[in-house]
């Protein structure tokens, strides 16, 4: 079955950098577009980034242009989120979301817990 | 970019009655591209319904979404327990994609 196994989440101080990593498996992960959704704590959902399935084409929320890198590595079956001069308000859970063959976010990962804090 | 608002922001419903929950989109969305998702407390979201009104696999036939345009409804016909959640519409037509702001539905 789908897995997406999110790490790197934890606490970082404000303008410092942090990587999250996606590990996937019990699909072909080459064959699909990924995403990035964050949530911070007691609020709702918001897209942070898409990247496609061969990592030519990649669109991001205007908040995190800049300083927000989504990437992949198909041969390791891995998405990432590089994540550059981070804020308080970049403070969420981060989820990753696999893209179905129609285009919706089909299935999720539990999440990281990234906590921008002096 | 396409701004979704949910209504209500909490449906307090006993189980076994009717939910019906609303997503208005501030432009017109293809059907096609017009999901609900329902989130948990500690989880994550869990695809419902995709293009509008396709049920997702193994979501129960309680669950049934319509409409097109600016106006979404998800409904539910008899409230489970395990249906008291968060429920978010989404589009992913254009970027942005956007949320709604989710409609929290829980026991009266």
């Known amino acids: 079955q789908v897995q997406l196994v999110e790490s790197g989440g934890g606490v970082v101080q404000p303008g410092r950098s942090l990587r999250l990593s996606c590990a996937a498996s019990?699909?072909?992960?080459?064959?699909?577009?990924m995403h990035w959704v964050r949530q911070a704590p007691g609020k709702g959902l918001e897209w942070v980034a898409v990247i496609s399935h061969d990592g030519s084409n990649k669109f991001y929320v205007d908040s995190v242009k800049g300083r927000f890198s989504i990437s992949r590595d198909n041969a390791n079956r891995t998405l990432y989120l590089q994540m550059y001069s981070l804020r308080a308000e970049d403070t969420a859970m981060y989820y990753c979301a696999k893209t179905a063959g129609r285009g919706h976010l089909d299935y999720w990962g539990q999440g990281a817990l990234v906590t921008v804090s002096s | 970019e396409i701004v979704l608002t949910q209504s209500p922001g909490t449906l307090s419903l006993s189980p076994g009655e009717r939910a019906t929950l609303s997503c208005r989109a501030s432009?017109?969305?293809?059907?096609?591209?017009l999901v609900w998702y329902q989130q948990k407390p500690g989880q994550a979201p869990r695809l419902l319904i995709f293009?509008?009104?396709s049920r997702a696999p193994g979501i129960p036939d309680r669950f049934s979404g319509s409409g097109s345009g600016t106006d979404f409804t998800l409904t539910i016909s008899r409230l489970e327990p395990e249906d008291f959640a968060v429920y978010y519409c989404h589009h992913y037509g254009s970027s942005p994609l956007t949320f709604g702001g989710g409609t929290k539905v829980e026991i009266k």
């Open positions: 293009g509008a009104s």
């Open positions: 432009q017109s969305v293809a059907s096609s591209y």
């Open positions: 019990g699909f072909t992960f080459s064959n699909y577009g």
